[in-house]
């Protein structure tokens, strides 16, 4: 007698391969963060200063060597628009987040980041 081969398991296979990879194809992660900052005329080197504020790897904020927290950033913020934020490289992303999506609210006239080793 004959044996016959048996084309359903690897035809079920290729079946839950196939929806496997259109579920994957629809679906879309975001890894960006969309700022909304106002444009202006205004140059960094007029007469305004740039305000520099550092963010350490513990999540503190530093201005002109003064630790603050994030409820004393607006006086900072809404004295002058153009802000250079410089964040330690070890510094974890949701914090840089959190304060980017703070920072989301103030009229900046410009954002600089750099990361310190």
């Known amino acids: 007698m004959r044996k016959r081969k048996e084309l359903g398991q690897s035809s079920d296979i290729a079946f839950l391969l196939i929806i496997f990879f259109l579920l994957l194809s629809g679906v879309t992660a975001s890894h960006s963060l969309d700022l909304q900052i106002p444009k202006t005329s ?3 080197g007029d007469a305004e200063e740039t305000i520099a504020i550092t963010l350490k ?3 503190s904020i530093i201005y002109h ?3 603050l927290q994030t409820s004393e950033l607006p006086p900072v913020l809404n004295q002058k628009p153009h802000l ?6 070890k ?5 840089v987040v959190s304060l980017l999506s703070m ?3 103030y009229p ?3 954002l600089s980041l750099e990361v310190l080793p």
């Not at 250079?84 to 490289?89: D, K, M, P, Q, V």
């Open 57 to 59: 790897q513990d999540g």
């Open 65 to 67: 060597e003064r630790t």
């Open 42 to 44: 205004v140059l960094v």
């Open 108 to 110: 900046l006239g410009s």
């Open 84 to 89: 250079t934020l410089a964040i330690e490289s």
């Open 91 to 95: 510094t974890d992303w949701q914090t």
């Open 103 to 105: 920072l989301e609210q």
